[in-house]
């Protein structure tokens, strides 16, 4: 059993940076790939970024593409997520979550229901 847990969000205005940090225990983190996802109140969970076990592959979704980035340390047990020129429409709580890349192909990368285990959440307010 893996437990996640998500750090770093917080109050940014507009334009400014934050990095989120998610750190697994309980199961072999360096087996799993590992993403990000986001939910705004009112609106469903939204996939916002994923990567492979190794690290040498990640995904995004188009609209986030160049502003965020996702890394691994495999040696640390940790995912980050690195959110640049933030806008308030990023406001939402940012969870992390595992996936068995055995039992799901890299084509689920993007599925929240094909994730195994999920942090609390870290809330991100980004003021106009």
């Known amino acids: 059993q893996m437990q996640l847990v998500e750090s770093g969000g917080g109050l940014v205005q507009a334009g400014y940076s934050l990095r989120l940090s998610c750190a697994a225990s309980g199961g072999s983190f360096s087996r799993y790939r590992m993403g990000w996802f986001r939910q705004a109140p009112g609106k469903d969970r939204q996939f916002v970024a994923a990567i492979e076990s190794s690290g040498a592959v990640s995904y995004y979704t188009d609209t986030l593409k160049g502003r965020f980035t996702i890394s691994r340390d495999n040696a640390k047990n940790t995912v980050a997520l690195q959110m640049n020129s933030l806008k308030p429409e990023d406001t939402a709580v940012y969870y992390c979550?595992?996936?068995?890349?055995?039992?799901?192909?890299?084509?689920?990368?993007?599925?929240?229901?094909?994730?195994?285990?999920w942090g609390q959440g870290t809330q991100v307010t980004v003021s106009s």
């Open positions: 979550g595992a996936q068995n890349p055995r039992q799901y192909g890299e084509g689920s990368y993007g599925d929240g229901k094909a994730y195994d285990y």
